[in-house]
């Protein structure tokens, strides 16, 4: 009985209320936190706690639809990333011969860079994005010379293809570096930067026996010029680059994802446990101050007879 | 306690294979490919940060050049979605150079070499395998390991005749119409990969 008038409370209460404090017009409509029925800024003299428990049942039904969500982006990311990861792990050669080939040399000197930074398209997805941004920017300080070094985002579906047709006809550079996360394991990524050389700078280095020197030994076949094949090599580099770099950030993504969400699924269940203790508490003590009030005042009845 | 025992170790059990398949090609500790300037400024500007990898930092390791010369030669034979061959040695192979079919024996000189459509075949002892390649580029290191990089490569025995007849008409087709230069190209591109395609087969 009690707790069957505890849980319709409110109703009960407005209803009294109305007959006790006719003032309440549909004017002065009182915001949702407060008791209904009163006018703002009254004391609220009873119900408060019935409100209160009002409140908290609401915020635990966004909880827990929060969480089904969060559970939902999981599945999804893990079911993904089981695709995404097969593709990386196959793509991983491709890169290679070309680092073989050419050597790795990010503190090249160069004029003008470009840095290139590769992001995911979707948000929520933990801190992969951050560290890919955090580290373009160090690598933009690091690199500051006379000509100002260009920045270039990849982050929304499907451009690939045409962003690296873009860079390659519009935009002048020396070389490039890629910024993106290499996939170490579904729970680590790591932030890597890898460097491409635009031909000229490749014919120069290698000429003039810089850090390409051991280029120079190779024979060249193919193309009317070896500048024609330098210019193709450099662009299937790129192209090659960019693919598996793109591969291993999307892979690290639902990595990530898959990570973030299942930690926000699990605070979304502590945060249900402890707000059903406190609705459970705070019902408790509505009933019992209510059995209090009725065994007090019949008491007192009984007192006055 | 001797249940929870029990518990951990099953769930061990269960863990080891997950992390032996686990295909993560762990970074190898392989210094980074920077000087010691460039590593000093990057603390400098940027000293919250984790130093980053770079690529040749998660390289397999590459054979020295070898003092005398090798009797077999080192293929990798890569794809982007897949590796052939991987460091597969074998006797010879023939790839299809802009310049012409190109032989690579062990101990062949440093070369770089575009590739257009065409036959690169493998050869092992008396085995031969013939795959036709979309064009790319082949590398023939000094330590005798070639690299063909390529964008798209088929045994050629899963081909059909028919198809690829059919796919060169289209593009003959497409190319009297073209308008534009890229669509020009396009079609230039489909004739030349269907026309190899054919003469590969043996049938133009």
Known sequence: MASS??????SRLSHLLSKAAPVAAPSLQSPSWQCPGLAPGELAPFGTRMASSQIVRNRMKSVKSIQKITKAMKMVAASKLRG????????????????????????????????????SDRGLCGGINSTVV????GIFKLLESEEPTKYIVIGEKGKMSMIADEILKNVEFEAIRMVYNKFASVVSFIPAVATIMAPELIAKESEAGGKLAQLESYEIEGGDSKAEVLQNLSEFQFAAMLFSASLENACSEQGARMSAMDSSTRN??????????KYNRSRQASITTELIEIISGAAALEAAS | MLRRQVIARARAACRAPAAARSFSDKPLDVPPPVSDAFKDKFKQVAPNLQFPKFPSQFMKPRPAVPGTLPTKLTVNFVLPYK????????DMIIVPATTGQMGILPGHVPTIAELKPGIMSVHEGSEVTQYFVSGGFAFVHPNSVADVTVVDAYPLDVFDPEEVRKG?????????????DAEKAEAQIGIQVHSALLSSLGLS
């Open chain 1, 5 to 10: 008038s505890a849980r319709n409370g409110v």
């Open chain 1, 84 to 119: 995404v990861q097969t593709k990386t792990e196959n793509s991983r050669g491709f890169w290679q011969p070309f680092v073989a080939l050419m050597g790795d040399h990010p503190d090249i000197d160069t004029k003008k860079n470009i840095v290139l930074t590769i992001s």
């Open chain 1, 134 to 137: 955090k580290l373009s920017k």
């Open chain 1, 268 to 277: 979304a269940s502590e945060m249900l446990e402890k707000l059903t203790q």
């Open chain 2, 83 to 90: 590796t052939e061959l991987d460091a597969k040695e074998v």
């Open chain 2, 168 to 180: 060169l008409a289209e593009f003959n087709a497409k190319s009297s119409t073209a308008s534009t």
